[in-house]
Nanobody, 127 residues
Framework: QVQLVESGGGLVQAGGSLRLSCAASGRTFRNYAMGWFRQAPGKDRELVATINWSGGSAYYADSVKGRFTISSDNAKNTELLEMNSLKPVDTAVYYC????????????????????WGQGTQVTGSS
């Protein structure tokens, strides 16, 4: 069993920055990808970004492209999400996720691509 714990959420003014961190604990596992998702009130959980460790490629949702950066450290089983130029629309609970099996598409963009999830951390971008 693997536990994922997010940290770094909070309240910032529009245009500000936050850095989210996700740390894995428990038994080690074969990691194919790490991702970040978010869920705003009344909305479905949606992809923010994902990184494929073996391929060295990252994918971003259009809404955050150019503002957010995802990175990972396979030795530490951690991932970071650096968020810049935050907007009120970015307000949501952010969840980190880990995929321990390979997705057929090679892109980990779906909820079902992931096996483990963190508890979420609140991010609020105020006006």
């Amino acid at each position: 069993q693997v536990q994922l714990v997010e940290s770094g959420g909070g309240l910032v003014q529009a245009g500000g920055s936050l850095r989210l961190s996700c740390a894995a604990s428990g038994r080690t596992f074969r990691n194919y990808a790490m991702g970040w998702f978010r869920q705003a009130p009344g909305k479905d959980r949606e992809l923010v970004a994902t990184i494929n460790w073996s391929g060295g490629s990252a994918y971003y949702a259009d809404s955050v492209k150019g503002r957010f950066t995802i990175s990972s450290d396979n030795a530490k089983n951690t991932e970071l999400l650096e968020m810049n130029s935050l907007k009120p629309v970015d307000t949501a609970v952010y969840y980190c996720a880990a995929a321990v099996s390979q997705a057929g598409s090679g892109r980990y963009t779906r909820l079902d691509d992931y096996d483990y999830w963190g508890q979420g951390t609140q991010v609020t971008g105020s006006s």
